[in-house]
């Protein structure tokens, strides 16, 4: 097999090449100050899964280090981390040198400075001017590479939470993609400086997962209390006299204000001192049902397996159809022609569609406070919906709606790149499959029971065959199969079966968010 063809970039000229001659590719950053480890490989991965390009930068960044900190010892392993890279599949590495970043000297140029709040709480107390540092470099990075994503681990909690922040604010045209914290056999969360730790203190850090572990125990068995998950952390951590605390917090992943009580999610995140070496942690409480996600190619029977999924699990079904269908009535409605994207894209992003579960008709829909559940089916809707749909702008706004929807937890929904791209995060992702053969001829009995006279099995076949490669090599949102979704294939099972499946595996996956709901 050819080795993959890893590119080494050092300069903003190489870079804006290598860009230039990729033009037509979705790119994935993981930026990263190298020393590359575990977790950072499956932020490579993950970024793999749903870019065409994926670069890592590697740049020990001096602006986020202060005068009493480790920039000079920070691990550098060049060839290693390039090995890796290559061996995970990355198309280049942006390397540069200080020199190249800060022509000028580090102290010149201009930098960003996140809001007061999100820095004054756990590491930004003792870290002063870091995160100031991070977001300056990572904006940089932003500018330069155009990312379509870029992707942070949850092990940096406040990082992640200053950086989405960033690009909300100074709104950036990029997604941040949070990566879940990777720990080592021990439940040692990966980090470039356990390379400063000892074999023992090793062992004795293994201290802080135990210790955010029996607080996402007594969470569990319903403990909303800042106070009292925070001392069941203090508890085990001060079994050890070595380890010394720098904070316990428990705040709110978004905005990071501290929490006294869990509505519906917190991290509880802690720093300890361990000899020289600061080591930090996290874990995220969560009482939101997880997402239900179902990925796969165009007639594998999703929307009628999610829509009974969501039903018995009592999820919302996030309907895409619907809401592209409710945007389309309100263009029309509007007198807005189909061609005006900009008074389209204007329109859909000032326009709130809510989605609401009723027994009677299924899924109540409303745009805009007005309730279009039956006008959205009208002829003239279903005649311009697909026009609607193909505008950027409106796919664009749409998966922000949902993303919203999402934070709530408690969803379902399918597509794509739902566990991909849409909900990277989804609790539990399922990629339904069935041979081409076999939805060719699901397709040609829908049509038969539509009056439609015989169509040709095979014409059928090598349609759908054309429609998967179409899906799967679109630049945006393409099919693809999120490498920790399950996949079904659908061949020889009923749609109920495939439901049934799936049903049974949230169960089992999440026996406290199911509970109530009524066996199906
Ligand atoms: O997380 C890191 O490694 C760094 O803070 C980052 C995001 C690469 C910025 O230098």
């Known amino acids: 097999m050819a080795a993959h063809s890893l590119t080494t970039i050092k300069t903003l000229a190489g870079m804006r090449c290598f860009l230039e001659l990729a033009a037509s590719s979705s790119v994935g950053l993981v930026p990263t100050m190298g020393a590359l480890h575990v977790g950072h490989l499956s932020l490579i991965e993950r970024a793999r899964q749903a870019n065409q390009i994926v670069i890592v930068s590697i740049f020990v960044n001096p602006l986020q280090f202060s005068l009493h900190e480790d920039l000079a010892q920070y691990p550098r392993q060049f060839e290693q981390d390039q090995l890796l890279c290559q061996q995970a599949g990355v198309d280049a590495i942006f390397a540069p040198t200080v020199d190249i970043l800060f022509p000028d000297g580090t102290e010149q140029g201009t930098r960003v400075v996140p809001p007061s ?13 870091h995160f ?3 977001a300056t470099i990572v904006a940089r990075l932003l500018h330069l590479v155009q990312p379509q994503r870029a992707y942070f681990g949850q092990k940096d909690a406040q990082q992640l939470a200053i950086l989405r922040r960033m690009v909300t604010d100074l709104n950036f045209p990029v997604q941040i993609v949070a990566c879940p914290i990777v720990r080592e056999a021990s439940g040692l969360a990966y980090s470039s400086r356990n390379q400063y730790l000892s074999d023992r203190q090793r062992q004795q850090a293994t201290r802080l997962n135990q210790s955010l572990q029996a ?9 909303r209390l800042a106070r009292s998950l925070i001392d069941s952390v203090e508890k085990i951590l001060s079994q050890d006299p070595d380890l010394s605390p720098e904070y316990l917090e428990l705040v709110d992943p978004l905005t990071l204000n501290p929490l006294e009580t869990i509505d519906q999610v917190g991290i509880l995140a802690i720093a300890v001192r361990l000899g020289a070496t600061r080591l930090i942690d996290n874990t995220l409480l969560d009482a939101r049902k997880p997402i239900l996600a179902i990925d796969g190619p165009a007639g594998a029977g999703k929307s009628t397996v999610t829509r009974i999924c969501a039903q018995a699990l009592g999820l919302l079904y996030l309907d895409t159809g619907a809401m592209y269908r ?5 263009v029309q409605q509007s007198g807005i022609s189909l061609q005006d994207r900009v008074a ?23 745009i805009d406070g007005q309730d279009v559940t039956q006008t959205i089916r009208s002829l003239e809707v279903t005649a311009n919906v697909s026009e609607i749909a193909a505008q950027p702008a409106v796919r664009q706004a749409l998966v922000q709606q949902q993303q919203t ?6 969803v379902a929904m399918e597509g794509r790149d739902i566990g991909t791209n849409v909900f990277p995060e989804a609790g539990l992702k399922i990629f339904l499959t069935a041979s081409v053969q076999e939805r060719a001829q699901r397709r040609q009995q829908q049509l038969q029971q539509q009056g439609i006279p015989e169509v040709d099995l095979a014409q059928i076949a090598r349609d759908i065959g054309e429609r998967d490669y179409r899906d799967s090599h679109r630049i945006h949102a393409p099919l693809r199969q999120a490498e920790d979704a399950i996949a079904i294939d659908t061949d020889k099972l009923t ?10 595996l949230y169960r089992s996956r999440f026996p406290t968010s199911s509970r109530n709901q009524s066996e199906s």
Not at 117 to 129: F, H, T, Y
Not at 215 to 223: I, L
């Open 215 to 223: 607080a996402q125990q007594a969470f569990q068995q319903g403990d």
């Open 405 to 410: 929807y999402g934070r709530q937890g408690g």
């Open 132 to 134: 100031e540092g991070v």
């Open 117 to 129: 709040a999100m820095i004054q709480v756990l590491c930004g107390r003792s870290r002063l001017g």
């Open 495 to 504: 749609i109920k079966e495939v439901a049934q499946q799936i049903i049974n």
């Open 326 to 330: 409710a945007v389309t009535w309100l």
């Open 344 to 366: 389209i894209a204007e329109l859909v992003s000032q326009s709130q569609i809510q989605l609401i579960p009723d027994p009677q008709v299924g899924l109540r829909v409303r």
